[in-house]
C-alpha cells in the first residue's frame, strides 16, 4: 500500500540556521516524489519533484531534496532558513499516469528571528 | 503562465443544502484530480477523471459526485452537506498523455463552509 511519513509534525528553526524536513514513503512501483508548500489558508505550491535520474534535486526558493532509495526516504533540505519559509510542507508521492498523490500528515516550519 | 482556476474560492452552505464547485484545467491537460482537505489535515484523494472518464476512486462520499466535461472542466457536486464537509476543495490538472511525467499542478481551492 502506498503511504508517507513525516515524522515531525513540527519543527522550529532560527532564521538563518539550515533545514532538514524528513520523509519516508512506500509505494508498489518506481515512485515520483513531490514536495509542495502550503501557507495558510492557501493553496499547495509545488517545491520539487523527482522522477528519475540524479537523485539531488533542486527547486524553487533555494531547497533541494535527496532521493535516498536504500532508505525510501526524500527529506527535503536548506542550508539557510528565512522567515518566509514559516508554512506547512507536505510530501507526497505518486505513480506513472493519471495516478493520484497520496500526501504525508505535513510539517509545519516555525522560523524564529 | 495560466493556471487552473476554481470557482467560487468560498462557499458557505446549511446542513441538507447541495453544492457544486467547479475547475478548470489547465488549457491541454486532460486529467483532472479532487483532494479534500480538512482542517489541520493533509490532503485527501477524493476523484479523478481522464479524458472525461473517472481514472480513479479515493476516499469520496456516496453523496458526492464528479464529472469531467467535453472542454476539461470537471465540477463536484456535493449534495446533504454535512459539517465535516467543511474543507478546502483543491483541484489539479495534469498532461497525463504528455507521457507519464504527469505533475499536477495545484488550483487555490475552494473553501467550504457548512453551518
Known amino acids: 500500500a502506498q503511504s508517507v511519513t513525516q515524522p515531525d509534525i513540527h519543527i522550529t528553526v532560527s532564521e538563518g540556521a539550515s533545514l532538514e524536513l524528513r520523509c519516508n514513503y512506500s509505494?508498489?512501483?518506481?515512485?515520483?516524489l513531490f514536495w509542495y508548500v502550503q501557507s495558510p489558508g492557501q493553496g499547495l505550491q509545488l517545491l520539487l519533484k523527482?522522477?528519475?535520474?540524479?537523485?539531488l534535486v533542486q527547486g524553487i526558493k533555494g531547497f533541494e531534496a535527496e532521493f535516498k532509495r536504500s532508505q525510501s526516504s526524500f527529506n527535503l533540505r536548506k542550508p539557510s532558513v528565512h522567515w518566509s519559509d514559516a508554512a506547512e510542507y507536505f510530501c507526497?508521492?505518486?505513480?506513472?499516469?493519471?495516478?493520484?498523490?497520496?500526501f504525508g500528515t505535513g510539517t509545519r516550519l516555525t522560523v524564529i528571528p | 503562465a495560466a493556471g487552473v482556476i476554481q470557482s467560487p474560492r468560498h462557499l458557505i452552505k446549511e446542513k441538507r443544502e447541495t453544492a457544486t464547485l467547479k475547475c478548470y484545467p489547465i488549457?491541454?491537460?486532460?486529467?483532472v484530480y479532487w483532494y479534500q482537505q480538512g482542517p489541520g489535515q493533509d490532503p485527501q484523494f477524493l476523484i479523478s477523471?481522464?479524458?472525461?472518464?473517472?481514472?480513479d476512486k479515493g476516499s469520496i462520499p456516496d453523496r458526492f459526485s464528479a464529472q469531467q466535461f467535453s472542454d476539461y472542466h470537471s465540477e463536484l457536486n456535493m449534495s446533504s452537506l454535512e459539517l465535516g464537509d467543511s474543507a478546502l476543495y483543491f483541484c489539479?490538472?495534469?498532461?497525463?498523455?504528455?507521457?507519464?511525467?504527469?505533475?499536477?499542478?495545484f488550483g487555490p481551492g475552494t473553501r467550504l463552509t457548512v453551518l
Open positions: 489539479a490538472s495534469s498532461w497525463t498523455s504528455g507521457g507519464g511525467r504527469d505533475e499536477q499542478f
Open positions: 509505494y508498489g512501483a518506481t515512485p515520483y
Open positions: 523527482y522522477f528519475s535520474g540524479d537523485t
Open positions: 507526497a508521492v505518486g505513480g506513472t499516469g493519471a495516478n493520484n498523490l497520496f
Open positions: 488549457p491541454r491537460h486532460d486529467t
Open positions: 477523471f481522464y479524458e472525461k472518464m473517472q481514472s
